[in-house]
């Protein structure tokens, strides 16, 4: 539950929603409009209002139909009944099922243990709120808020985000909104709740047998998923006996119409008797959970019961076991409304006094943490390790995107192309290392922030924004499971802090220091973004550095403000565009870009001015000596104690290590291999060594400012 908003929190929600398309109005505690909400079928308010009208208001609504681009709401109704079994029955329908995670539309929870799922649909009229079902009693069960209805909906008291954002209501289809309805009325009058659970071709014998420990419950209820499996592996159904209730399948292979195995023959399993039907043994029965171990788990027990227990006993049990150490999932929501995730330390002792020692049992075990990350065939057990990447939040759909390329263009600029790699990259193959990207501008209000934020609706959980102070703080699980790692505002001071960028651009594997949590090792797939008002010193960058791609952000030519707004609806054009380009070619090299590629201004803007006072000071000086006592000459030799009794002699803080390290380090000079005989500078006595060449060529003093504030004497 969540506690009652502040009134700017209330009032920020009401505007982004208006900005979503949405027809907002205030409401009080009774769920009645704090005004003449009618007008607002036909006409939104305006967003300079919403400060006024939600300064007192309880909680806010959105009006369905025409004023809200087609908005309907499918309302599910305790009236002191057990509402739950309804509507997971609802949403475990296989075309539910199939809607909901097409779509991913927002579903909310009400203060009476009620739900709502919100969606559009397109029609020339829109339907009026209809009653689908009714309780025994006569009470409404099911029922839409249609054209000349509103909903009360989060961030309203005690109202909670289950899944999806307001903000990003979806549209579907005209049949797939029919087949919503049409399902949601079957249920008037709808089974007790022991039964509800229960396939229709199981009723007769469900309250002979057990169904709460997870394999049990499996069996009873998931049979259905079971024969997905077969059928994904090339089973088919050849027919089905009415009389019997027997099923007659073909094994994967096999020509022809002869079956393989029935299903049905002993109740609920499937009899394999071919002996060409691997992995499954010849004259065997094996349930719907053996066919899940076999055909989903590679036979590990353990790995099939804790799936069972994320996907069916989740919401009862919001708890995990790694190991030794037990965690609860917290859900939060954002501003945007969108519920994420978070695992918290739950102490055992907690959990009995919550729920009693049983709930012990029910409890989902992992062996240890692990990241796979995976954007399009997400699996939350990897080897039964809790995978810590988060199911992606969007399903790809053509349509235009114009406003995310006006982005991408500005960000980019003329290597658009390579942002389109980057974004490619990011959203299909996450389990790649990538340069760090940079985006700079010592202007504001240049599109940082926006493309940052953009990046945070699409990726969700799997990405994480913090400071340069999180980057060496002690704890680093605030970051460490996630896929990308935004650092805005960027100035890194301190040498170790860049250098654990740099490490983290490249590393596999980190460790986690987690508070209260004993440290663990797993896999790391962190890629950087940093943004910066600093332009060429954020940090500092050696010459040979390749792990970098700066863009300078310019103002952007074009202004809108509701840019996020319209680019959150573009997220499954966008999506689907990426999927249809040319195949990144990682030949090439491992991250998809060539150094020469990431190579541009900016980048060499940042690398010389990541060049030491002395080497700027030694540039200037070298350069006066070549345009007045050696015009004539293109290079000379000298050692490092000539260079400091000619320019630093009476220096005592520029000494002969310094001098050495900076010709090794920044001008990447080595000595001479042997002794020579050579005349240092004019006026030098000729002497013999292995002086150092310096050449006029690797003097480029373009862009270098003067060093005179920065010299240390």
């Not at 790694?322 to 999932?329: A, E, L, N, P, T």
Request: aromatic share 12%; with cysteine; glycine share 4%.
């Amino acid at each position: 539950m969540t506690s009652e908003p502040s009134v700017p929190i209330l009032r920020d929600i009401a505007e982004d929603y208006l900005l979503a398309g949405l027809s907002v109005i205030p409401v009080n505690a009774d769920k009645r409009a704090t005004l003449k909400w009618e007008r607002f079928q036909r006409a939104l308010l305006d967003v300079e209002d919403c400060d006024k009208l939600f300064s007192n208001a309880w909680g806010l609504a959105v009006i369905s139909g025409a004023a809200s681009g087609g908005l309907e709401v499918i309302d599910f109704d305790a009236h002191d009944n057990d509402i739950v079994a309804i509507y997971n029955k609802f949403i475990a329908d296989e075309g539910v099922a199939h809607i909901l995670s097409r779509y991913n539309p927002p579903i909310e929870r009400s203060p009476r243990g009620g739900y709502h799922i919100l969606y559009r649909y397109e029609a020339k009229t829109f339907e009026g709120n209809q009653k689908l079902a009714n309780w025994p009693s006569g009470e409404s069960m099911i029922e839409t808020r249609g054209e000349g209805g509103y909903t009360v909906v989060y961030p309203s008291p005690n109202y909670t985000m289950i899944s999806g954002s307001i903000i990003s209501i979806p549209t579907i289809t005209h049949d797939e909104r029919n087949y919503l309805i049409t399902l949601a009325k079957t249920f008037t009058h709808a089974l007790p709740h022991e039964l509800l659970h229960v396939l229709p071709d199981e009723l007769p014998h469900a309250q002979h047998f057990d169904t709460t420990d997870p394999v049990s419950y499996f069996n009873w209820n998931c049979a259905a998923y079971a024969k997905k499996l077969l059928e994904d592996k090339g089973w088919v159904k050849l027919r089905t006996d009415e009389t019997e209730g027997i099923e007659f399948w073909k094994r994967p292979g096999k020509q022809g119409n002869e079956h393989s195995a029935t299903w049905g023959k002993k109740h609920n399993s499937l009899y394999v008797f071919s002996s060409s039907a691997a992995p499954f043994l010849n004259d065997c029965y094996y349930t719907p959970f053996q066919i899940l171990v076999r055909l989903r788990f590679n036979d590990s027990y353990s790995s099939a019961i804790s799936w069972i227990q994320q996907k069916y006993f989740d919401e009862e049990v919001p708890y995990i076991r790694i190991g030794v150490d037990y965690f609860k999932k917290i859900k939060k929501t954002d501003r945007f409304g969108i519920s994420r995730t978070e695992l918290k330390p739950w102490k055992i002792d907690a959990i009995k006094l919550d729920h009693g020692k049983a709930i012990l049992d029910r409890i989902a075990r992992f062996d240890d943490f692990t990241i796979l990350p995976d954007n399009l065939n997400f699996s939350t057990i990897v080897n039964n390790c809790y995978n810590l990447y988060r199911p992606f939040p969007h399903k790809p759909s053509p349509g235009s995107w114009d406003w995310t390329e006006i982005l991408i263009r500005h960000i980019f600029g003329e290597q658009y192309e390579l942002g389109l790699r980057y974004l490619q990259i990011l959203y299909l193959h996450p389990d790649r290392l990538m340069p760090i990207l940079v985006m700079v501008s010592r202007e504001r209000q240049t599109g940082k922030t926006t493309f940052v934020n953009w990046l945070n609706m699409i990726f969700g959980d799997n990405m994480a924004t913090i400071s340069p102070d999180d980057l060496i703080n002690g704890f680093n699980s605030t970051y460490a499971s996630s896929n990308i790692i935004a650092v805005e505002e960027t100035l890194i001071e301190k040498a170790i802090t860049v250098e654990k960028v740099k490490s983290m651009a490249t590393q596999k594997f980190i460790s986690v220091n987690q508070k209260f949590v004993s440290q663990y090792r797993m896999p790391f797939f962190g890629k950087i973004i940093l943004t910066s008002n600093n332009e060429d010193k954020f940090a500092r960058i050696d010459e040979e550095e390749i792990r970098f791609f700066i863009r300078k952000v310019t103002i952007p030519s074009i202004t809108n403000h509701n840019i996020e707004t319209d680019m959150v609806k573009e997220i499954p054009a966008f999506l689907h565009y990426l999927t249809t380009l040319p195949p990144v070619d990682f030949s090439r090299d491992r991250s998809g870009f060539t150094p020469a590629e990431l190579s541009n201004t900016s980048l060499l803007d940042v690398k010389k001015e990541s060049k030491s006072s002395l080497y700027k000071a030694m540039v200037m000086l070298f350069e006066d000596m070549f345009m007045n006592e050696l015009r004539a000459q293109d290079e000379f030799y000298a050692d490092v104690k000539s260079i400091k009794n000619k320019f630093f002699a009476n220096d005592p803080r520029i000494d002969l290590p310094y001098i050495r390290s900076v010709l090794k380090n920044e001008f990447n000079l080595i000595p001479m291999p042997e002794s020579i005989y050579f005349n240092p500078f004019v006026n030098d006595p000729p002497k013999t060594g292995r002086p150092y060449l310096i050449k006029k060529t690797m003097l480029n003093t373009e862009n270098l400012k003067s060093p005179a504030d920065e010299l240390p004497f």
